[in-house]
């Protein structure tokens, strides 16, 4: 995907805590969901990507199941 600036980080921070819908906030940037989770869970926003509201649905919508938390088998 294409890398993320300075700027479009800070924005996805200030829709998360506003609590804008994941799929708006994906929607408003070009990314998938998955996306914007692995970006929250870098920025330290959440602990795993499952902590994102929708992003089950998200997964499900895929035919994929959960993913594994690998941090917890660490």
Known sequence: GMPWTGAEEAQLLREFDSKMPSADIA?????????IAARLVKLGRLKSREELPGY???RES???KPRENKEATR
Do not use: D
């Open 27 to 35: 929607s408003a940037h070009h990314r998938t969901i998955e996306a």
């Open 62 to 64: 895929l035919g994929r």
């Open 56 to 58: 089950a649905e998200y």
